[in-house]
């Protein structure tokens, strides 16, 4: 039994060398993320094709369908399926963009109509002048700028987009049919003494992103879904837009939820004739479908996927959003818990390999 002191030495020293291992793998990470920014879409993509679609394609190879076949296959019904969904979706999503492109304008008069009677009965009732609605027309106009910029971004990224739309299947073919030799390779390239415990870690981190990655993508899918269906019943305008709008910022944890209220109230705000209680029925359906998110999807879903902090899950969203901007935002839950299983099992291996060091070491004086 080692002395409270050096036990206490121990842990320390465990957790200095565990700190600069993990700082040395997320330097490496992020140097790489940004040497791959240019394609780094398409990658993310293609990984996550490679997730969704990998079962499938070792149930194809079990049953002696060649494995380059059966990708193939697998590849095809994807983008055939993807081509019909698109055909006849489509359509509808782009005539509801155009609507509410033409809303945005009552949108923002009403909200000035509504800011001007809350100012007055606020200056009513606590005697302090209140202008609320010069404060958003500001916040409008800074909207609006920043809006126009996207735009130019977006068009100044079309060349991306297709290059990724190009990329996509081609990389997903070939990571599904070479990603694991590869992965070999890599992990032959370890230590004898790391190698154990570099394919301990690969296997955790790699289950958990498949586990989160499925789980996300079918809770995405679900949110929209319960969403449209909640803006249709309460008479809603754009439905279907909000709906997969409300299953899309679902992906960014805490602030996704509170921006789609926020467009829901917007669209409620436009709709005529104006009556304030379908606010509270807009946002009564983003509540409902937040309850439900909770109390049934999380906990099937992706509860045993992700163990993060509050506190840290925001502060990664909001360093990998500086640093990634929109694709940081969504990859930063993912790489928060890669980092810290990679963390957990550095310090596990290095502080029993410390702690066997040292009840060796008085026998070996002897």
Same mark, same amino acid.
């Given at each position: 039994? !080692?002395?409270?002191?050096?036990?206490?030495?121990?842990?320390?020293?465990?957790?200095?060398?565990?700190?600069?291992?993990?700082?040395?793998?997320?330097?490496?990470? !992020?140097?790489?993320?940004?040497?791959?920014?240019?394609?780094?879409? *398409?990658?993310?993509?293609?990984?996550?094709?490679?997730?969704?679609?990998? *079962? !499938?394609?070792?149930?194809?190879?079990?049953?002696?369908?060649?494995?380059?076949?059966?990708?193939?296959?697998?590849?095809?019904?994807?983008?055939?399926?993807?081509?019909?969904?698109?055909?006849?979706?489509?359509?509808?999503?782009?005539?509801?963009?155009?609507?509410?492109?033409?809303?945005?304008?009552?949108?923002?008069?009403?909200?000035?109509?509504?800011?001007?009677?809350?100012?007055?009965?606020?200056?009513?009732?606590?005697?302090?002048?209140?202008?609320?609605?010069?404060?958003?027309?500001?916040?409008?106009?800074?909207?609006?700028?920043?809006?126009?910029?996207?735009?130019?971004?977006?068009?100044?990224?079309?060349?991306?987009?297709?290059?990724?739309?190009?990329?996509?299947?081609v990389?997903?073919?070939?990571?599904?049919?070479?990603?694991?030799?590869?992965?070999?390779?890599?992990?032959?390239? !370890?230590?004898?003494?790391?190698?154990?415990?570099?394919?301990?870690?690969y296997?955790?981190?790699t289950?958990?992103?498949?586990?989160?990655?499925?789980?996300?993508?079918?809770?995405?899918?679900?949110?929209?879904?319960?969403?449209?269906?909640?803006?249709?019943?309460?008479?809603?305008?754009?439905p279907?837009?909000?709906?997969?709008?409300?299953?899309?910022?679902?992906?960014? *944890?805490?602030?996704?939820p509170?921006?789609?209220?926020?467009l829901?109230?917007?669209?409620?705000?436009?709709?005529?004739?104006?009556?304030?209680?379908?606010?509270?029925?807009?946002?009564?359906?983003?509540v409902?479908?937040?309850?439900?998110?909770?109390?049934?999807?999380i906990?099937?879903?992706?509860?045993?996927?992700?163990?993060?902090?509050?506190?840290?899950?925001?502060?990664?969203?909001?360093?990998?959003?500086?640093?990634?901007?929109?694709?940081?935002?969504?990859?930063?839950?993912?790489?928060?818990?890669?980092?810290?299983?990679?963390?957990?099992?550095?310090?596990?291996?290095?502080?029993?390999?410390?702690?066997?060091?040292?009840?060796?070491?008085?026998?070996?004086?002897?």
């Open positions: 039994m !080692l002395p409270t002191d050096d036990r206490f030495s121990q842990a320390s020293s465990a957790y200095l060398q565990t700190f600069k291992v993990t700082a040395i793998v997320i330097a490496v990470c !992020l140097a790489s993320f940004y040497l791959l920014s240019s394609i780094l879409l *398409p990658i993310i993509f293609s990984f996550t094709l490679y997730t969704l679609v990998e *079962p !499938l394609s070792n149930h194809l190879v079990r049953r002696n369908i060649n494995h380059s076949v059966a990708i193939i296959l697998i590849l095809i019904l994807m983008m055939t399926l993807s081509i019909l969904a698109i055909s006849f979706a489509l359509p509808p999503f782009i005539e509801q963009v155009v609507l509410l492109k033409d809303k945005l304008p009552f949108i923002f008069s009403q909200i000035e109509n509504l800011l001007n009677v809350y100012s007055a009965r606020l200056a009513a009732s606590l005697g302090i002048e209140f202008d609320l609605s010069s404060i958003v027309v500001s916040v409008v106009a800074q909207s609006a700028s920043l809006g126009n910029a996207l735009l130019v971004a977006i068009s100044e990224q079309v060349f991306t987009i297709t290059l990724s739309m190009i990329l996509v299947p990389m997903t073919y070939f990571i599904l049919k070479d990603f694991k030799s590869l992965r070999n390779e890599l992990l032959n390239w !370890l230590p004898n003494s790391s190698f154990e415990l570099g394919w301990l870690i296997h955790r981190v289950r958990q992103l498949q586990i989160y990655t499925r789980g996300v993508m079918l809770q995405s899918l679900i949110m929209s879904i319960v969403a449209t269906i909640g803006y249709t019943v309460v008479g809603l305008d754009i279907v837009l909000l709906g997969v709008l409300t299953g899309l910022l679902n992906l960014i *944890p805490y602030i996704g509170v921006i789609s209220m926020f829901a109230t917007l669209v409620a705000s436009a709709m005529t004739p104006f009556d304030p209680s379908l606010i509270y029925l807009a946002i009564g359906v983003v409902f479908a937040q309850i439900v998110d909770n109390v049934v999807v906990p099937s879903l992706i509860a045993n996927a992700v163990d993060l902090h509050p506190v840290l899950a925001i502060v990664g969203i909001l360093v990998f959003g500086n640093l990634f901007g929109a694709i940081g935002v969504i990859l930063a839950i993912p790489a928060m818990a890669a980092i810290k299983i990679i963390h957990r099992n550095l310090y596990a291996d290095i502080h029993n390999s410390g702690r066997i060091s040292a009840l060796n070491a008085p026998r070996k004086s002897q």
